[in-house]
């Protein structure tokens, strides 16, 4: 079987992963950046914007995939649930409340012109593909809501443990909570002040952020009032995040929603206990009270409550941090992961 693999240049690390996992069950994979192959407008380049499906056409004619799996909706998506050969688009977020908030926060005529162009790519992509994949099973239930005749398989994100191991190098100041998220979308950066009422009362306790987006300068001016608040910025992937990692007592995740978070996986695997809102897909990603606990929405109590729980009882760290990683392990690994979207393809009768 031959699979061709269109994706993010930001997620090739994770999609060569995918497709060395696949490859190990004796698939034949071929891994392209998407925009490599095909692009149009709205693209930032105008010289994308008269961009032929020469490329793409020379790739299928050369290759010969018996299918494509491609992991955003675009060109590339677009023009390949479009041929005969079966197409898989994944899909990682809640794409119709991200396209929602974007509404909601930016009111740029042109920036909103171009979201709504994409926003008729993405619906052509998922109405014409064999198969949706979302991330998780909550995800799976927005995706239904949507796009009810389209069939839809969960395919949750693989990760490579051996990349995940103690690295020294970074120096913080104990104890201390690490964050590691971005603040692009306002929809999941917003949590992040519930944290205002935990720094005051947890004055002991540092709380690291590694991060940024559009609306990191929302949450600093709240946050970053207190002196036991710490932004660090966007860190080096992995190199930088391991060694953050390794460094932080406890790991939170303070999101308005999240579908499959890859750090929530990265921080298990380096035996942190995890703290995290308990919406979307989280809860998928850790066991509740085992690996970690899970706190509601807007909840400043249950935060307070959960972090200084772990703070304060060391065992109780380094015992739900062992529980994480192994269950990381076992459930998250590539080649599971690679073994269930073989399983995905056999339903649709492609062997």
């Not at 995918?18 to 709205?42: E, H, M, Q, R």
């Not at 998506?77 to 994944?90: H, S």
């Not at 990265?266 to 809860?283: D, F, R, W």
């Amino acid at each position: 079987m031959k699979v061709l693999i269109g994706g993010s240049p930001t997620k090739m690390f994770h999609l060569k992963e995918f497709a060395s996992a696949l490859t190990n069950l004796g698939v034949d994979c071929k891994l392209v950046v998407d925009t490599d192959i095909c692009n149009g407008f709205p693209s930032r380049k105008v010289s994308d914007w008269f961009q032929t499906r020469i490329r793409f056409n020379q790739l299928i004619s050369e290759f010969k995939p018996d299918v494509i799996f491609t992991d955003r909706q675009s060109h590339f998506a677009l023009i390949a649930a479009n041929t005969k050969i079966p197409t898989f688009i994944q899909l990682r977020g809640d794409y119709w409340s991200e396209i929602n908030w974007f509404k909601e926060t930016v009111k740029d005529p042109i920036k909103r012109f171009i979201v709504f162009l994409k926003n008729r790519i993405a619906e052509k992509c998922f109405k014409n593909s064999t198969g949706i994949v979302p991330l998780c099973k909550y995800l799976e239930k927005i995706v239904n809501m949507h796009h009810p005749e389209s069939k839809t398989h969960i395919l949750q994100s693989g990760i490579n443990s051996s990349r995940w191991y103690p690295s020294e190098g970074m120096t913080l100041k104990h104890p201390c909570v690490g964050l590691l998220q971005g603040a692009v979308i306002w929809g999941k950066a917003q949590e992040m002040l519930v944290l205002e009422n935990v720094l005051k009362s947890m004055p002991d306790v540092t709380f690291y952020w590694a991060g940024d987006g559009p609306y990191r300068d929302k949450i600093l001016s709240v946050l970053g009032k207190h002196d036991n608040f710490k932004w660090l910025g966007n860190l080096q992937y992995p190199d930088k995040v391991r060694e953050y990692l390794t460094e932080i007592d406890v790991y939170a995740l303070v999101s308005g929603i999240d579908m499959s978070p890859l750090t929530l996986q990265e921080a298990q695997l380096m035996k942190k206990p995890v703290v995290a809102t308990n919406v979307g897909g989280i809860p998928e990603l850790m066991k509740n009270n085992e690996t970690g606990f899970l706190v509601e929405i807007g909840d400043a109590n249950g935060w307070i409550e959960k972090l200084s729980l772990l703070i304060n009882d060391e065992q109780k760290r380094k015992d739900m941090g062992e529980k994480g990683r192994k269950f990381v392990e076992e459930n998250f690994n590539w080649g599971k992961i690679a073994k269930e979207f073989l399983d995905i393809l056999k339903k649709h009768g492609i062997n």
